[in-house]
């Protein structure tokens, strides 16, 4: 989620992929996840959790109108990172704007041990973003905003290296958002707060590829236009009784093509995309969620229902037009032993609509060669959790314990395209619905000041998946991991030192066996120590980075790149 507003699209594919990159860190302002099944508050997706970024807004100025101009540069040793970016700020008693632009030049990524420079891994990013609030009365706050992202020559280094690709490049990919957010506060008890928004977003994804033995050259478009339409409300019933309901409308329009040129004699040839060129699909939702507080109690229930139809023209493969729906409930009871300390329940049930790219899609993927499949239900979980919660002066943290019950398991499964089991000289695939499957774990976070200046932070997750239909492991589920940070900070100086680790990981299934990303054998357990420092002086910031002191050579699970390797960077913001 985008400021309340969905990045998933009808195209999404699910496992490792590019997506929240499309987002501009320069102008996210924070970061909130939402552990556990979602769906009831977020729709569709929502199986496992919800990531929610908040972007950076002006602020209002009651006493006057204020001015502020904000540039940053950043390098990365190894010419791995060369950013640089500009913002400006007015703000006003009624009006204010903020714009920002950046440009990143991101190098081959240089990883640790003998791994060394990982070519190809480089790309160039251009952003920016323009927001202005408007306080049209005491009761009525507009907000615009316009986001725009261009990445252009990524490179796949885990498709050249690993694949047999000449070259293989999202070129370009883009990514834009534009909306229009009214909120109104009232004195009705039913309409509290209301907000309104419509908004427009547009992912543009150019892929450029040739194998090394090939004279053809493959590109591959795919546009979509996602239009949305969110209303919410806040209702307070009672001093203890709250509510939070909604209706929300987002209608997608896919266009995808595919040209194959031959580099002999520049023949051009004009083919399916991955897609069957304009697709639909219209997503409609309403839901209510309450809150009622009594003694050391918290109630929290919800209900949600979602309509989804996708409509499919598809010459090659048959047309497909489906229209699955489904209702999803959420309980949760919060009990305080005292006002730091409460014990937390939860039962979730959520829901995942397979989507256009689930249904429609014709090509390659990671491993292999995807044929579409139109007999898929939407995928179903139930999740319970328990856990406690902490919050005392020197001490804060949490644990909990959870298993996620999954039906309708959308995964891929051997197959054939016009009776072969090969398509290229790749193995070919489809998706089913596989059967039932779990995820259990356990998560907890602490946080222990020493003193006003330092503190200690440390997480621990541990994860367990298993296809029980397939009887096997559910696939890329993380090893055991986590962290531990020592932190100082005053006024101006800022210090921190951060251990990550992760386990070997050899519980694979059949899709990691195949998955060329996955080191035969699993993948190899690691620890990373990083140091950050920063100083600020009048206008200036300063921060400064060692990364991977011990320059361990390290792969994320399912990753298609090893993590950077020793190195230094230094960013430097100014603010007048």
Known sequence: MIDGIRLNNSTFRYGPNQYLNTININSTQRIEVMRGSGSVQYGSD????????????????????????????????????????????????????????????????????????QTPSSYNELAGTVKSLHKISDSYLLTLSYDYLKQSDVDRYDQVTQRGYEYYKFDPQIRQLAYVKNNFTTNSSFFSNMVFTLSWQKSNETRRKKKESSSIQTTENDIVNVFGSNFETISKFTNSWKANSGIELYYDYVKSSKEELDLTNNALTAMRGLYADGSTSLNFSVYSLHNINFNRYDLNFGLRYNLTSIDIKDKQFGNVAIS????????????????????????????????????????????????????????????????????????????????????NLIDRIRSTYDGSPTYQGENVYTKVNVGKAYIRGIEGDITYYLSQMFSIYSSLNYTYGQNTSKDEPMRRIPPLN????????????????????????????????????????????????NLYSSYKINAFLISVGLLNIFDEAYRIHGSGIDGIGRSVFIDLKISI
């Open 46 to 117: 929502a199986l496992g959790g919800t990531v929610q970024i908040i972007s950076k807004s002006p602020t209002l100025n009651s006493t006057g109108n204020a001015y502020n101009l904000g540039v940053n540069a950043k390098y990365l040793s190894g010419n791995m990172e060369r950013s640089g970016g500009l913002n400006l700020k007015y703000s006003g008693k009624s009006n204010a704007v903020l714009g920002m632009i950046s440009y990143k030049n991101f190098g081959d990524l240089v990883a640790g041990g003998d791994v060394g420079k």
């Open 482 to 529: 986590g962290n531990v940070t020592l932190s100082y900070h005053n006024r101006s100086l800022k210090l921190s030192m951060e251990f990550l680790f992760a386990s070997k990981q050899d519980r694979l299934s059949s899709g990691d066996i195949d998955d060329h990303r996955i080191p035969d054998g699993g993948t190899p357990g690691w620890q990373v120590l």
């Open 324 to 407: 699955p729906s489904a209702f999803t409930g959420h309980v949760s009871l919060q009990y305080y032993f005292t006002e730091n300390l409460q014990l937390i329940g939860r039962v979730n049930s959520a829901f995942r609509t397979p989507n256009i790219n689930d249904l429609s899609s014709f090509g390659s993927f990671d491993y292999g060669i995807e044929v579409p499949n139109d007999d898929l239900s939407p995928e179903q979980s139930l999740n319970f959790e328990i856990g406690l919660k902490t919050k005392f002066k020197s001490l804060t943290g949490s644990l909990f314990i959870y298993r996620n019950n999954l039906s």
